[in-house]
């Protein structure tokens, strides 16, 4: 994203990162019930969360590793 997220961002979206934050932060399910009683879109969004975040931290460990083998 090259503009401002403040601007770019829908307040639902802002929701689903917090929901996606706390979820990271607490563990267990972002909803009541179990793994079956959580809302699609929800179990989703929150996957593909986790896969950037993955993404972005083997991004930061593969930089980190080429600036220890340059010096």
Known sequence: MDRCPLTEVRPAEWGML???SAWRR???MPGPGS????GARLTEA??????EQDLI????AEAAERRSRNG
């Open 46 to 51: 929150l996957g593909v969360l986790d896969f």
């Open 26 to 28: 607490l563990g267990g």
């Open 35 to 38: 793994v079956q009683e959580q």
């Open 57 to 60: 931290q083997a991004q930061q």
């Open 18 to 20: 917090s929901i996606w």
